[in-house]
């Protein structure tokens, strides 16, 4: 058949028509986003906040000082409570824009603020559960330049700053990010009743080092200190590292180095997002995996592929390596200006590569209770209380400061 014979074929030229103006129907329908889009990217600037980011929460704070808090018909509520309160009747409550986009002026300024929660292709890790995904928040304003953006970065974190450094934060690690914790209470130093001694040498390496960033500098050393407290359970170790966040004002990060997830590649994400003047506590540095040895695959059956995302979870399932932890505590991507301090009840199963010089600065034996440390306890907390042969008898069996306490504490 030729194309004239098709040309004159009413049911060919008729579908023929059909198929272009449903073509030119579909383009026309898009073409008003596309051009939005376009028009948008060109004429406005856009930065994105993630959760993980102790800036995120300054944003929320922010907001909820904003008049357009108070007339969102959509708006998110928490309670906001200083590290020195407890939650009551009179705690303040932060209302900030839901999930979803918004559009307000502020300061003469028109903003489209997006809160979203990203998918998990946006988290770059398929296995990571939908709950797990990062919030997100999204400032657009019109301009083509980043001056009106970053004034606007600049106001929130003025506005959130002088009350943030007067407060001890703490963290904990979740995936491959720090997560604020809700309620975070850092122990009173004179409460711990370390030896003096101990004690001493703690607060003298610390004020030593957080003086001294110059001096690391010249010298060419990384600078951050390292600790590991060695020694039996519910001797202190987690407590002192508490009261040094508090008496230093320090924010405390806890990382769980042997939690589900965690591999060395979290552990460098973590470590690279610390903030500086940031404590962090490793528990149990015992439990991290001497190394990591590909394991021969069983062979599969033709007729089924093996799953990505399967492999993947197993690789992570593997935990921190030894030689993720030493690239952590002294190579390139230990924390700028940070203290480590390592905790552990067996330090016999410690490899001797990680205690040498420079993974390791100061290192703290926690014991038995001492005398001293049993009759300051009882100073403190029972103070009517004669311990006449009672101090003989825990000496005897080699009390910890916990078993001290709790004997103290049913005795008065």
């Not at 060109?42 to 995120?56: K, Y």
Request: glycine fraction near 6%.
């Amino acid at each position: 058949m030729h194309l004239k014979d098709l040309a004159g074929n009413q049911f060919f030229s008729g579908g023929l028509v059909l198929m272009v103006t449903g073509a030119i129907m579909a383009l026309l329908r898009q073409m008003p986003m596309q051009f939005y889009n376009w028009l948008k990217q060109r004429l406005s600037v856009t930065v994105t906040i993630i959760d993980r980011d102790p800036l995120f929460e300054w944003t929320k704070t922010w907001l909820d000082s904003l008049p357009y808090a108070r007339r969102a018909r959509n708006v998110n509520c928490s309670l906001y409570r200083d590290a020195e309160e407890d939650f009551s009747a009179d705690s303040r409550i932060l209302f900030a824009p839901a999930y979803g986009s918004h559009f307000f002026r502020h300061n003469g300024r028109f903003i489209w603020l997006s809160h979203n929660k990203a998918d998990k292709a946006a988290t770059g890790n398929a296995s990571t559960p939908a709950s797990a995904a990062p919030d997100t928040i999204t400032l657009t304003l019109f301009g083509t330049k980043q001056t009106a953006i970053r004034d606007l970065i600049k106001e929130i974190v003025e506005f959130t700053a002088t009350d943030q450094k007067r407060k001890t934060r703490g963290y904990i690690s979740t995936g491959g990010w720090w997560r604020r914790l809700p309620t975070f209470q850092p122990r009173i130093l004179q409460t711990v009743d370390l030896p003096f001694d101990d004690e001493s040498r703690i607060l003298s390496a610390i004020e030593e080092f957080l003086t001294a960033r110059a001096l690391y500098s010249q010298r060419g050393i990384p600078y951050h200190l390292n600790f590991l407290f060695a020694g039996l359970p519910g001797t202190g170790k987690t407590s002192i590292a508490s009261a040094l966040c508090g008496h230093f004002s320090l924010h405390l990060h806890l990382l769980n180095i042997a939690g589900p997830g965690m591999n060395d590649d979290r552990l460098v994400d973590l470590m690279l997002s610390l903030p500086r003047r940031s404590m962090v506590l490793m528990e149990d540095v015992d439990a991290i995996v001497p190394e990591r040895k590909a394991k021969p695959q069983p062979l599969q059956p033709s007729s089924g592929a093996c799953n990505p995302t399967e492999a993947a979870a197993k690789e992570e399932s593997q935990g921190v390596t030894l030689s993720g932890l030493l690239n952590c505590m002294d190579g390139i991507t230990a924390p700028d200006g940070a203290v480590i301090v390592m905790t552990t009840n067996h330090p016999e199963l410690i490899d001797p590569a990680l205690l040498r010089p420079g993974r390791v600065d100061v290192r703290v034996n926690f014991g038995p209770a001492t005398r001293e440390q049993i009759e300051r306890m009882c100073n403190r907390l029972a103070p009517n209380r004669k311990l006449n042969g009672a101090a003989e008898s825990m000496l005897a069996q080699r009390y910890t400061t916990a078993q001290v306490q709790a004997d103290l504490m049913a005795q008065r």
